[in-house]
Protein backbone atom coordinates (compact mmCIF):
# COMPACT_ATOMS: atom_id res chain seq x y z
CA UNK A 1 0.00 0.00 0.00
CA UNK A 2 1.46 3.48 -1.02
CA UNK A 3 0.10 6.85 -1.82
CA UNK A 4 0.72 9.35 -4.51
CA UNK A 5 1.62 12.82 -3.11
CA UNK A 6 0.17 15.92 -4.33
CA UNK A 7 -0.24 18.40 -1.40
CA UNK A 8 1.46 20.72 1.00
CA UNK A 9 4.78 20.07 3.14
CA UNK A 10 2.99 19.50 6.46
CA UNK A 11 0.99 16.99 5.07
CA UNK A 12 3.84 14.94 3.18
CA UNK A 13 5.55 14.88 6.33
CA UNK A 14 2.23 13.73 8.31
CA UNK A 15 1.51 10.83 5.48
CA UNK A 16 5.50 9.86 5.66
CA UNK A 17 5.35 9.60 9.75
CA UNK A 18 2.40 7.06 9.45
CA UNK A 19 5.15 4.53 7.97
CA UNK A 20 6.21 3.43 11.44
CA UNK A 21 2.60 2.31 12.41
CA UNK A 22 1.17 1.40 8.70
CA UNK A 23 4.53 0.06 7.01
CA UNK A 24 4.22 2.13 3.23
CA UNK A 25 4.93 0.16 0.42
CA UNK A 26 5.59 2.88 -1.57
CA UNK A 27 5.44 6.88 -2.29
CA UNK A 28 4.94 8.02 -5.22
CA UNK A 29 6.26 11.38 -5.78
CA UNK A 30 7.18 14.55 -8.97
CA UNK A 31 10.73 13.98 -9.79
CA UNK A 32 13.06 15.60 -12.34
CA UNK A 33 16.11 17.21 -13.19
CA UNK A 34 14.12 20.59 -12.71
CA UNK A 35 11.85 19.87 -9.45
CA UNK A 36 15.06 18.30 -8.16
CA UNK A 37 15.99 22.02 -6.75
CA UNK A 38 14.10 24.35 -8.81
CA UNK A 39 10.45 23.26 -8.43
CA UNK A 40 7.66 25.93 -9.02
CA UNK A 41 4.23 26.76 -7.54
CA UNK A 42 2.96 24.45 -5.20
CA UNK A 43 5.36 21.80 -6.03
CA UNK A 44 8.23 20.91 -3.74
CA UNK A 45 11.46 20.19 -4.42
CA UNK A 46 11.86 16.82 -5.13
CA UNK A 47 15.77 16.11 -3.28
CA UNK A 48 13.64 17.08 -0.04
CA UNK A 49 10.50 14.62 -0.80
CA UNK A 50 13.14 11.64 -2.24
CA UNK A 51 15.79 12.22 0.77
CA UNK A 52 12.66 11.92 3.29
CA UNK A 53 11.28 9.36 1.87
CA UNK A 54 14.81 6.93 1.55
CA UNK A 55 14.93 7.99 5.13
CA UNK A 56 12.57 5.79 6.13
CA UNK A 57 13.80 3.34 3.34
CA UNK A 58 10.77 3.53 1.49
CA UNK A 59 10.60 2.95 -2.20
CA UNK A 60 10.04 5.94 -4.71
CA UNK A 61 7.58 5.71 -7.80
CA UNK A 62 8.55 8.26 -9.78
CA UNK A 63 5.80 10.40 -11.56
CA UNK A 64 6.26 13.87 -13.91
CA UNK A 65 10.02 12.80 -14.83
CA UNK A 66 9.05 15.02 -18.00
CA UNK A 67 7.62 18.05 -16.07
CA UNK A 68 4.35 17.08 -18.02
CA UNK A 69 6.45 16.95 -21.51
CA UNK A 70 8.14 20.64 -20.79
CA UNK A 71 11.64 19.17 -20.08
CA UNK A 72 11.53 17.42 -23.72
CA UNK A 73 10.31 21.07 -25.38
CA UNK A 74 12.35 23.09 -24.35
CA UNK A 75 14.69 26.09 -25.91
CA UNK A 76 16.41 25.46 -29.10
CA UNK A 77 20.03 26.12 -27.55
CA UNK A 78 19.31 23.75 -24.85
CA UNK A 79 17.77 21.21 -27.20
CA UNK A 80 21.38 21.81 -28.99
CA UNK A 81 23.39 21.80 -25.44
CA UNK A 82 21.82 18.42 -24.73
CA UNK A 83 22.11 17.08 -28.45
CA UNK A 84 25.97 18.01 -28.41
CA UNK A 85 26.75 16.45 -24.87
CA UNK A 86 25.06 13.14 -26.02
CA UNK A 87 24.50 12.91 -30.02
CA UNK A 88 22.79 9.66 -29.64
CA UNK A 89 20.38 9.95 -27.09
CA UNK A 90 17.34 12.02 -27.40
CA UNK A 91 16.35 15.15 -25.15
CA UNK A 92 13.25 12.85 -22.96
CA UNK A 93 16.74 10.38 -22.23
CA UNK A 94 17.96 12.64 -20.19
CA UNK A 95 14.97 13.33 -17.94
CA UNK A 96 14.36 9.61 -17.87
CA UNK A 97 17.88 8.48 -16.83
CA UNK A 98 17.81 11.50 -14.08
CA UNK A 99 14.82 10.55 -12.90
CA UNK A 100 15.81 6.26 -12.99
CA UNK A 101 19.07 7.10 -11.43
CA UNK A 102 18.69 7.45 -7.62
CA UNK A 103 18.73 4.12 -5.69
CA UNK A 104 15.54 3.54 -4.38
CA UNK A 105 13.16 5.03 -7.49
CA UNK A 106 11.52 1.86 -8.23
CA UNK A 107 9.95 2.42 -11.08
CA UNK A 108 9.19 5.62 -13.50
CA UNK A 109 5.91 6.29 -14.54
CA UNK A 110 5.68 7.98 -18.05
CA UNK A 111 2.69 9.06 -20.31
CA UNK A 112 3.39 8.04 -23.60
CA UNK A 113 1.36 9.03 -26.69
CA UNK A 114 3.58 7.66 -29.57
CA UNK A 115 5.20 4.38 -30.44
CA UNK A 116 8.60 6.49 -30.83
CA UNK A 117 8.03 7.39 -27.08
CA UNK A 118 8.13 3.97 -26.07
CA UNK A 119 11.17 2.72 -28.04
CA UNK A 120 12.82 5.41 -27.01
CA UNK A 121 12.14 4.80 -23.29
CA UNK A 122 12.75 1.11 -23.80
CA UNK A 123 16.24 2.04 -25.12
CA UNK A 124 17.22 4.50 -22.25
CA UNK A 125 16.14 1.65 -19.42
CA UNK A 126 17.82 -1.37 -21.52
CA UNK A 127 19.91 -1.15 -19.74
CA UNK A 128 19.55 2.38 -17.62
CA UNK A 129 22.97 4.01 -17.36
CA UNK A 130 23.00 5.69 -14.44
CA UNK A 131 23.78 9.47 -14.40
CA UNK A 132 27.18 10.55 -12.73
CA UNK A 133 27.95 13.24 -10.79
CA UNK A 134 29.21 14.96 -13.54
CA UNK A 135 26.15 14.72 -15.58
CA UNK A 136 24.20 15.25 -13.20
CA UNK A 137 25.65 18.11 -12.57
CA UNK A 138 25.76 19.20 -16.04
CA UNK A 139 21.53 19.49 -15.94
CA UNK A 140 21.67 21.41 -13.42
CA UNK A 141 23.51 24.10 -15.38
CA UNK A 142 21.13 23.19 -17.97
CA UNK A 143 18.52 23.41 -15.76
CA UNK A 144 20.13 27.38 -14.55
CA UNK A 145 19.66 28.21 -18.55
CA UNK A 146 15.89 27.16 -19.10
CA UNK A 147 15.33 29.18 -15.87
CA UNK A 148 16.45 32.59 -17.95
CA UNK A 149 14.05 32.00 -20.42
CA UNK A 150 10.57 33.15 -18.80
CA UNK A 151 7.87 30.39 -19.97
CA UNK A 152 4.68 30.18 -18.21
CA UNK A 153 4.71 26.67 -16.49
CA UNK A 154 1.42 25.40 -18.03
CA UNK A 155 1.29 21.69 -18.93
CA UNK A 156 -1.94 22.23 -21.07
CA UNK A 157 -3.84 20.39 -18.53
CA UNK A 158 -7.30 22.56 -18.86
CA UNK A 159 -8.34 22.16 -15.72
CA UNK A 160 -8.69 25.86 -15.95
CA UNK A 161 -11.13 25.79 -18.67
CA UNK A 162 -13.56 26.65 -19.67
CA UNK A 163 -13.26 30.13 -18.91
CA UNK A 164 -16.47 31.83 -18.72
CA UNK A 165 -15.60 34.46 -20.82
CA UNK A 166 -14.04 32.16 -23.34
CA UNK A 167 -10.68 33.15 -22.99
CA UNK A 168 -8.59 30.33 -24.43
CA UNK A 169 -6.19 30.20 -21.23
CA UNK A 170 -4.11 27.17 -22.80
CA UNK A 171 -4.08 27.94 -26.46
CA UNK A 172 -2.68 31.26 -25.34
CA UNK A 173 0.21 30.00 -23.22
CA UNK A 174 1.23 27.70 -25.20
CA UNK A 175 1.84 29.94 -28.38
CA UNK A 176 3.53 32.36 -26.11
CA UNK A 177 6.01 29.14 -24.99
CA UNK A 178 6.59 27.86 -27.77
CA UNK A 179 7.24 31.61 -29.33
CA UNK A 180 9.94 31.66 -26.67
CA UNK A 181 11.60 28.09 -27.17
CA UNK A 182 11.63 28.83 -30.66
CA UNK A 183 13.42 31.72 -30.44
CA UNK A 184 10.53 34.26 -31.53
CA UNK A 185 10.45 36.96 -28.76
CA UNK A 186 12.04 39.75 -30.23
CA UNK A 187 12.97 42.41 -27.44
CA UNK A 188 13.80 45.14 -29.23
CA UNK A 189 13.31 46.70 -32.96
CA UNK A 190 17.20 46.41 -33.08
CA UNK A 191 17.43 42.45 -32.72
CA UNK A 192 18.91 40.73 -35.58
CA UNK A 193 15.64 38.39 -36.37
CA UNK A 194 13.00 41.03 -35.20
CA UNK A 195 10.68 40.90 -38.50
CA UNK A 196 10.95 37.36 -38.92
CA UNK A 197 10.17 37.02 -35.21
CA UNK A 198 7.16 39.63 -34.65
CA UNK A 199 5.58 37.81 -38.03
CA UNK A 200 5.76 34.47 -36.89
CA UNK A 201 4.79 35.59 -33.24
CA UNK A 202 1.61 37.69 -34.56
CA UNK A 203 0.60 35.31 -37.29
CA UNK A 204 1.22 32.51 -34.92
CA UNK A 205 -1.10 33.74 -32.26
CA UNK A 206 -4.08 34.83 -34.51
CA UNK A 207 -3.77 31.11 -35.92
CA UNK A 208 -3.87 29.46 -32.35
CA UNK A 209 -6.31 31.43 -30.91
CA UNK A 210 -9.10 33.04 -32.18
CA UNK A 211 -9.54 36.62 -31.86
CA UNK A 212 -12.63 36.35 -29.64
CA UNK A 213 -10.37 34.28 -27.38
CA UNK A 214 -7.33 36.09 -27.30
CA UNK A 215 -5.65 37.32 -24.12
CA UNK A 216 -6.92 40.92 -24.75
CA UNK A 217 -10.82 39.94 -23.66
CA UNK A 218 -9.21 38.56 -20.21
CA UNK A 219 -11.50 40.55 -17.81
CA UNK A 220 -9.12 39.35 -15.02
CA UNK A 221 -12.28 37.82 -12.63
CA UNK A 222 -9.70 35.28 -11.70
CA UNK A 223 -11.95 32.87 -11.79
CA UNK A 224 -9.63 30.38 -13.27
CA UNK A 225 -6.47 30.68 -10.81
CA UNK A 226 -7.57 28.00 -8.24
CA UNK A 227 -8.07 25.31 -10.71
CA UNK A 228 -4.64 25.73 -12.26
CA UNK A 229 -2.55 23.06 -10.58
CA UNK A 230 0.51 24.76 -11.47
CA UNK A 231 -0.52 28.03 -9.55
CA UNK A 232 -0.01 30.39 -12.24
CA UNK A 233 -1.30 34.16 -11.81
CA UNK A 234 -3.16 32.91 -15.37
CA UNK A 235 -4.77 37.07 -15.27
CA UNK A 236 -1.38 38.58 -14.72
CA UNK A 237 0.05 36.47 -17.14
CA UNK A 238 -2.39 36.98 -19.54
CA UNK A 239 -2.11 40.87 -19.37
CA UNK A 240 1.49 40.67 -19.94
CA UNK A 241 1.00 38.73 -23.13
CA UNK A 242 -1.31 40.78 -24.04
CA UNK A 243 0.57 44.14 -23.50
CA UNK A 244 3.85 42.18 -25.38
CA UNK A 245 1.10 41.20 -28.29
CA UNK A 246 0.35 45.13 -28.35
CA UNK A 247 3.83 46.47 -28.22
CA UNK A 248 4.68 44.21 -31.26
CA UNK A 249 1.35 45.00 -33.19
CA UNK A 250 2.36 49.23 -32.63
CA UNK A 251 6.51 48.23 -32.90
CA UNK A 252 7.10 49.71 -29.64
CA UNK A 253 9.26 47.24 -28.53
S1 LIG B 1 -9.25 35.81 -15.25
FE1 LIG B 1 -9.46 35.94 -17.49
S2 LIG B 1 -8.98 33.90 -18.21
FE2 LIG B 1 -9.40 33.70 -16.02
S3 LIG B 1 -11.58 33.16 -15.91
FE3 LIG B 1 -11.44 35.41 -15.75
S4 LIG B 1 -11.65 36.16 -17.85
FE4 LIG B 1 -11.20 33.96 -17.98
S1 LIG C 1 -4.74 24.82 -15.42
FE1 LIG C 1 -2.78 25.92 -15.41
S2 LIG C 1 -1.31 24.45 -16.27
FE2 LIG C 1 -3.36 23.69 -16.78
S3 LIG C 1 -3.81 24.54 -18.82
FE3 LIG C 1 -4.63 25.99 -17.32
S4 LIG C 1 -2.98 27.47 -17.01
FE4 LIG C 1 -2.06 25.69 -17.98
Not at 19 to 45: C, M, R, T
Not at 116 to 143: A, C, G, M, W
Not at 176 to 200: H, I, Q, T
Request: aromatic share 10%.
Amino acid sequence: MGWSFHGIKEEFDKALALHDKVHWDFVQIQLNYSDWKHASGNNINADYLYSEVTKKNIPVVVMEPLLGGRLSNIPEHVFTRLKERNPEGSVASWAFRFAGSPEKVLTVLSGMTYMEHLQDNIRTYSPLVPLTQEEKDFLEETVQLMLRYPTVPCNDCKYCMPCPYGIDIPGILVHYNKCVNEGYMPKSKLDENYAEARRAFLVGYDRSVPKLRQASHCIGCSQCVPHCPQSIDIPKELHRIDQYVEQLKQETL
